[in-house]
């Protein structure tokens, strides 16, 4: 059965859910990122966006919302709707949401390197490979100075590490990144490096979702 990624999206509201935890710890970071954020406009993109709760609250209240252009990259147009009716209420005329495969690069080629790339949702649902692709994109994703903010649980196996060290292998340095005993797993990199040029007309993985990578 498909998964209703509408309908996923209801523990959000859920205050003790493990997606409720992670969002609180996401959010938290993201407004970190945007105070250290250097001034000037901001760009920041968003893969898999769902109903944009990562960004669109932080941004609503932050003291730099009006540098940030930000595009939202969502596969179902109904989580993308919610995310566009959010910004249009908190008054983000520089968010734009975008329904379409967030996989691919050429959806980002205008905005980069982004001052903050986040990829929350993802690395739980595609292929090992891709992830390692994904963080390989991400060094044209990402500018100098610039922050990643992704998501992976911490369930066995362990997929955490590894991905902090493809992370360290393009140039990134850990900000921070939750323990296995918080339940829920979010990263924080900062770039080092000199931004890659974006390649064009790729897809950096195939998203397949938690419940079928776990039933193969």
């Given amino acids: 059965m498909t998964k209703d990624w509408y309908a996923w999206h209801a ?32 760009r920041v993109i968003s893969l898999c966006a769902g109903q944009g709760h990562d960004l669109i609250p932080v941004l609503a209240g932050h003291p730099r919302r009006d540098d940030v252009t930000a595009r939202l990259v969502e596969q179902d147009p109904r989580n993308a709707e919610v995310a566009r009716r959010a910004a249009a209420e908190a008054g983000l005329p ?3 949401v975008v329904v379409g495969d ?3 690069t050429d959806r980002y080629a205008d905005l980069v390197p982004a001052h903050l790339v986040l990829v929350c949702g993802v690395f739980g649902n595609i ?4 992830i390692r692709a994904t963080v390989r994109h991400c060094a044209a994703l ?10 992976r649980h911490r369930r066995e196996p362990d997929l955490v590490p590894t ?26 990199h900062r770039f080092t490096g000199t931004p890659r040029p974006l390649q064009t007309g790729a897809t950096m993985f195939q998203f397949v979702g ?3 990578l776990t039933q193969h």
């Fill in 11 to 42: 523990d959000y509201d859920q205050p003790d859910s493990a997606l409720s935890r992670r969002v609180a710890e996401v959010r938290h970071r993201i407004r970190a990122a945007l105070d250290a954020a250097p001034a000037g406009p901001l």
């Fill in 94 to 96: 520089g968010v734009e």
């Fill in 102 to 104: 967030a996989a691919l």
């Fill in 127 to 130: 292929v090992d490979a891709d």
């Fill in 142 to 151: 990402c500018a100098t100075g610039g922050t990643v903010c992704w998501t």
């Fill in 163 to 188: 991905i902090c060290g493809w992370f360290a292998a393009e140039g990134f340095e850990p900000v921070a990144v939750s323990s296995p005993a918080a339940g829920v797993g979010v990263g924080v």
């Fill in 210 to 212: 938690y419940d079928d």
